[in-house]
């Protein structure tokens, strides 16, 4: 069972990852230990006591880097397990079955990862292309929920641009994961409100979890948005982060850096009507709620 700490969590993160060897580019693999220590040092100051690490199989994760980070800022990490989407799978996902891919995440999850004694909470990111659940991504999203079922862990997906993301909530609703348990990420990149509040009425949760990259969405759309899910009254289904995944995002690389969410990202929400208790809603209660019942 996860238990949080008192204060802010964020909801979508990589402490470290590595999709280089996918995308032929070198800044894709975030290993910079020492910046990104005082990145979440400075996390801490401003309240972040918790960040849910969706890194899985393939992606790189690594649980001692993590650990170490942990032990150097305070702040705890919720592991993952799992497998990410077309092209990122390992090849153990094309050679194996839904079924045994989930007993891999099932014990990642009730005994440990590797040799670590440190267990998996989550189940994720798992996800699907651009506007497309390709048939190994269905055998991905198949074990995921067989596992989710079974343990009972919350689930959290990757939608590419905020596409699919009501197809990934029907899937795992039909196959038996509670809609409460299930968060589609990224879905402030689809830009679309309407599609946004179809995919809350199915009672899921959905993360704005891209914060800042404002190359892909205006910060200002995503303020918008929620100040609309608020007054519709789904803020208890929306969950925060801003997903860094390379070097080039880290603040000493001249990106804006973990804390901007904070920094940036809520006194924008503040100066568009959104009150401290909105805001504790978003980055208190709901992982609380999600993560923890
Ligand atoms: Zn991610």
């Known amino acids: 069972m996860i238990k949080l700490k008192d204060g802010y969590t964020l909801m979508h993160e990589h402490v470290t990852i590595d999709l280089s060897g996918v995308k032929k580019d070198f800044d894709c693999k975030l290993d910079c230990f020492e910046e990104t220590v005082e990145e979440f040092k400075e996390l801490y100051r401003l309240g972040v006591r918790n960040v849910l690490e969706v890194t899985n199989m393939g992606m790189g994760r690594d649980i ?11 702040i705890q990490f919720i592991i993952s397990t799992g497998f990410y989407k077309e092209p990122f799978l390992p090849q153990i996902v094309y050679e194996k079955t839904a079924e045994e891919l989930a007993d891999m995440a099932e014990k990642e999850i009730n005994e440990g990862i590797g040799d670590t004694k440190v267990c998996a909470s989550v189940l ?10 390709t048939n190994t991504e269905e055998k991905v ?8 079922v079974r343990t009972g862990a919350p689930v959290t ?19 038996g994961v509670k809609p409460e348990k299930i968060i589609i990420g990224h879905m402030d990149l689809s830009q679309d409100l309407d599609k946004i509040l179809r995919l809350l009425e199915k009672g899921v949760n959905i993360g704005f979890d891209t914060v800042g990259k404002l190359n892909y969405c205006p910060d ?7 100040g ?14 801003m997903d860094i995944t390379r070097k080039s995002h880290l603040k000493s690389r001249g990106g804006i850096g973990y804390s901007y969410l904070f920094t940036d990202f809520l006194p924008l929400l503040k100066d568009s009507g959104m009150t401290e208790e909105q805001i504790n809603t978003l980055l208190i209660d709901n992982p609380k709620r999600i993560l923890e019942e």
Do not use: C, W
């Open 64 to 74: 001692s880097y993590i650990e170490r980070v942990a032990e150097a800022t305070g």
């Open 124 to 133: 994720g990111e798992f996800g699907t292309s651009k506007n497309e659940m």
């Open 141 to 148: 999203f198949q074990a995921m929920a067989l596992a989710a």
């Open 157 to 175: 997906t990757h939608t590419t641009l905020g596409t699919f993301g009501e197809q990934q909530a029907d899937y795992l609703i039909e196959h």
């Open 220 to 226: 200002t759309f995503r303020a918008k948005a929620l």
């Open 228 to 241: 609309e899910i608020a007054s519709e009254g789904r803020l208890p289904q929306v969950v925060l982060s």
